[in-house]
């Protein structure tokens, strides 16, 4: 089969097509556009076209719907769209999986770019989907920072929330919040922002093998932070599969220096999915009995589970010393330094309640200073030269277990970690 199809009922775009490509194009009507691809091309196998270039007509509903099947179904496949409504029908194109979008009269040069750039993603998605694996783009990979507790109303979103701020105010386009705390999550509110989509409408769908249509389901923070907020719906965290975090954040951090994540109290599935893809791990908890107790049983959990990244942080928020504890009893207990310490602050809890947090506002408050040490640690020359070691398929489902290196790669860390957390 060509390389090339077209269905178009124009015979001047078939011809111009045609002399771009240099080669025999597969030409179909607009008759094709209702027809189902496997009838058109047989299974998605190498026989399948490169480019399929539809011509969309008036409306684009039908072009736009038959790309979306040929997205899902043929990895080795990119669609071109051809509609003189680009601007008005960009964003639905993008969402559908279509690679490009030529006007009706592009003259043959455009045309030979554009079947040139289509050729090459088609190529790169194939190898994608057969599981060849691109060194270069793995090194490039951004920090995954995962903020965690055992337990509820501890900090975690506050921490967040600033450090994300804080990291995009240092380095513009850098930064993803993801609102892991899926069905009550409330990194909207501390942003105030109102997101269009969530998360569960990201790992649904051409956003989920697409980095760049996933990039138009993100909400952009008048800091310059993309954001990916939790769901309205509590039963919508059900749709979400811990495979569907893991490849989440491991698009995201193929496409942002840094995704911060803010998780649901506790080790839920989710969790422990983007444990799996976490290079930094932040641990928050409250200074009390109860906290630095249930951090203590956490810790040792995911020293068990050989989850421990390298790089983690422990801030102890509501630090007050009228409590009876000290930070060296927090320590004794955790077993493990305390890196930052919070204390309680009305300027703190006004922020989340004004959706502005502290790193935004610049509102002078101990608090405001102690989290730009947090914010330092990923942003200086030294912290950007470590490069973050990514676990190794060490998954707790064996989704992402990559053929008979997950038990090996999960002992490795696990000897790692032995002996002490530090
Ligand atoms: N250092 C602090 N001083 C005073 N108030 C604080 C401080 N840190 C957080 N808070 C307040 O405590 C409340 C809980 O904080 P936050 O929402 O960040 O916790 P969380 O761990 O994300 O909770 P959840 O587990 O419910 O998601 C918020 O109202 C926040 O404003
Ligand atoms: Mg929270």
Known sequence: MSRIALATESADLRQRVQHASGEAVLALTTGALR????????????????????DAGPGADEALALAARVEAGYPGTAVVLVSDRPAEIGLAALRSGVHDILEPGADVADIRSVLDRAARASRARAAAATGRHDDDAAAARG??????SPKGGVGKTTVATNLAVGLARAEPDS???????IQFGDVASALNLRAEYSLADAVHGPASRDTM???TFLTVHETGLYVLCGSDSPAAADAV??????????????EFRHVVVDTAPGLSEHTLAAMDETSDLVLVTSMDVPGVRGMRKELDTLDALGMFPDARYVALNFADRRGGLSVADVEATLGTGVDLVLPRSRAALASVNAGVPLLQSE???PVTKHLRTLVRRY???EAAAVRTTVPAAVSTTGAREVAGQGA?????????HRGGRR
């Open 241 to 254: 599969t811990a495979e569907d975090v893991g490849r989440l954040l491991a698009m995201l951090a193929s």
């Open 379 to 381: 942003t200086t020359p």
């Open 363 to 365: 509102v002078r408050d």
């Open 408 to 416: 090996a790669a999960s002992g490795r860390r696990k000897a790692r």
């Open 35 to 54: 027809t189902e691809p496997a009838h058109l091309f047989g299974p998605p196998d190498a026989a399948a076209p490169e480019v399929l270039v539809l």
């Open 175 to 181: 930064t993803v919040l993801v609102d892991l705390d």
């Open 213 to 215: 249509v996933l990039k």
């Open 143 to 148: 920090r995954v920072i995962s903020v965690v």
